[in-house]
């Protein structure tokens, strides 16, 4: 069990999970808090986030705010269910 400060150099490598105290930040020495952690488990990223790889959301509900859009696929499918009776 280690408390306290860790501070080291190049590449950290464990064996198991890292676990922050709830309602921690992660960082680097310019911006400590760019992820941040709730209690609840719920993320928030303060700076942008780029994904390589596929991207899934799995919920009920995908909330986006933005001002501008762009997809570049020339593919775009907004409702993929039949509509019965005007529903």
């Known amino acids: 069990d280690v408390s306290g400060t860790y501070?080291?150099?190049g590449?950290?490598?464990?064996?198991?999970?890292?676990?922050?105290p709830n309602g921690?930040?992660?960082g680097s020495a310019s911006d400590t808090d760019?992820?941040?952690i709730d209690s609840s488990?719920?993320?928030?990223?303060s700076q942008?986030?780029?994904?390589?790889g596929n991207f899934t959301v799995n919920g009920t509900t995908?909330?986006?705010s933005t001002t501008n859009m762009v997809v570049e696929d020339e593919l775009s499918f907004l409702r993929t269910t039949i509509c019965v009776g005007g529903r």
Request: proline share 0%; aromatic share 0%; glycine share 18%.
């Open 48 to 52: 942008n986030l780029t994904v390589t």
């Open 41 to 45: 488990g719920n993320i928030t990223a």
């Open 62 to 64: 995908t909330t986006v």
């Open 11 to 20: 590449l950290m490598t464990t064996g198991g999970n890292i676990v922050i």
């Open 34 to 36: 760019s992820i941040a």
């Open 24 to 26: 921690g930040n992660i």
């Open 7 to 9: 501070t080291g150099g």
